[in-house]
């Protein structure tokens, strides 16, 4: 299959709202997301723009929305990086000990899948994590405990359980894993 990798662009918000709706529609979504379906289309166009504007390669640097895009301009994944402050506390309530990424907003098409899309856009993450200013020490994701689909994805990638467990937003029976990829050695 014939892609390639870039950052998102700010005047891309239609698009970036279809993929992310369709992600929201895939059966594995209530393991992989914090939002629904039913709630992210009733936001409103100006959440998009903001959201993919915030994202983009124009934006202000601390999230980074990539996409492999087909050379007819589809996009058949995503993936999204937060960047999180060693010693702030992040969206998700723990505050880390050293600079690092968050992966977030994982997807890939079924058509895409099984097509190298899933490394490429990791590696695109990956290498945006090392070359920021203020330096990385490790990207980290969640993974929910039953998306077994995803955990096998994410060992392929390198990436390392820590043993780090936490709550589902909203679900205490649930638990996401938490995975790192650390900074290689120069």
Same mark, same amino acid.
């Given at each position: 299959?014939?892609?390639?990798?870039?950052?998102?662009?700010?005047?891309?918000?239609?698009?970036?709202?279809?993929l992310?709706?369709?992600?929201?529609?895939?059966?594995?979504?209530?393991?992989?997301?914090?939002?629904?379906?039913?709630?992210?289309?009733?936001?409103?166009?100006?959440?998009?723009?903001?959201?993919?504007?915030?994202?983009?390669?124009?934006?202000?640097?601390?999230?980074r929305?990539?996409?492999?895009?087909?050379?007819?301009?589809?996009?058949?994944?995503?993936?999204?990086?937060?960047?999180?402050?060693?010693?702030?506390?992040?969206?998700?309530?723990?505050?880390?000990?050293?600079?690092?990424?968050?992966?977030?907003?994982?997807?890939?098409?079924?058509?895409?899948?099984?097509s190298?899309?899933?490394?490429?856009?990791?590696?695109?993450?990956?290498?945006?994590?090392?070359?920021?200013?203020?330096?990385?020490?490790? =990207? *980290?994701l969640?993974? !929910? +405990?039953?998306?077994?689909?995803?955990?096998?994805? $994410?060992?392929? &990638?390198?990436? #390392?359980?820590?043993? =780090? *467990?936490?709550?589902? !937003? +909203?679900?205490?029976?649930?638990?996401?894993?938490? $995975?790192?990829? &650390?900074?290689? #050695?120069?």
């Amino acid at each position: 299959m014939d892609f390639s990798i870039r950052a998102i662009r700010s005047d891309e918000w239609e698009k970036v709202r279809e993929l992310r709706l369709t992600a929201l529609r895939d059966p594995v979504a209530h393991l992989a997301f914090l939002d629904t379906h039913e709630d992210a289309v009733a936001r409103p166009d100006s959440f998009w723009q903001e959201r993919t504007e915030g994202a983009s390669e124009e934006g202000p640097g601390d999230v980074r929305q990539f996409v492999a895009e087909a050379p007819d301009g589809r996009w058949l994944g995503t993936v999204s990086v937060l960047v999180e402050r060693a010693g702030k506390e992040t969206y998700f309530g723990d505050v880390p000990e050293v600079e690092q990424t968050h992966v977030v907003g994982v997807f890939v098409r079924d058509e895409a899948r099984g097509s190298g899309v899933i490394d490429a856009l990791f590696a695109a993450a990956a290498e945006w994590s090392w070359s920021l200013e203020q330096r990385t020490g490790r =990207v *980290r994701l969640y993974v !929910h +405990g039953e998306n077994v689909r995803a955990q096998a994805a $994410y060992r392929r &990638l390198g990436y #390392a359980d820590t043993g =780090v *467990r936490v709550a589902l !937003h +909203g679900q205490e029976d649930a638990q996401e894993r938490e $995975y790192e990829l &650390l900074r290689p #050695a120069e």
